[in-house]
């Protein structure tokens, strides 16, 4: 069996509907060097939300670092990102879901290799 990629997302759903729950997990494999981590949310006429790392029922308006500068990550790291019990009527839509490592102080969309994971959903 090969190893598990660097980043992983797990969603309960790729097509959630309005009124039930939808979560996202995160799976991410030990790092050696400094990295900033983003979770950003890209929706419907360019709205851009952040995962509240903490909070898995709460977002953050515009696109916001999850973490910065983490000396590394010794051992492997799972958690949830996000988790609302119902969604609104409001979120109908197709929303990209990216999260990523990138080297410390580094802007996002430059991830160490195999650190990121894109995953488009469609509230229905």
């Keep these: 069996m090969p190893p598990p990629p660097p980043l992983r997302l797990t969603l309960n759903t790729a097509e959630p509907t309005v009124g039930n729950r939808f979560w996202v997990d995160v799976a991410v494999q030990p790092l050696t060097q400094a990295f900033d981590a983003w979770g950003v949310i890209l929706g419907p006429n360019n709205v851009s939300y952040s995962f509240a790392l903490g909070q898995p029922a709460a977002l953050r308006s515009g696109a916001l670092p999850l973490a910065t500068n983490v ?47 894109i995953r488009t959903v469609k509230v229905n």
Excluded at 74 to 85: C, E, K, S, V
Excluded at 97 to 110: H, M, N
Aim: glycine fraction near 10%; hydrophobic fraction near 45%; avoid cysteine.
């Design 71 to 117: 000396p590394g990550l010794p051992t492997a790291y799972t958690g949830r990102l996000f988790d609302i019990a119902a969604i609104p009527e409001s979120a109908k839509g197709t929303y990209k879901i990216i999260v990523e490592l990138v080297p410390a102080g580094v802007p996002p969309f430059f991830p160490i290799p195999g650190y990121a994971d």
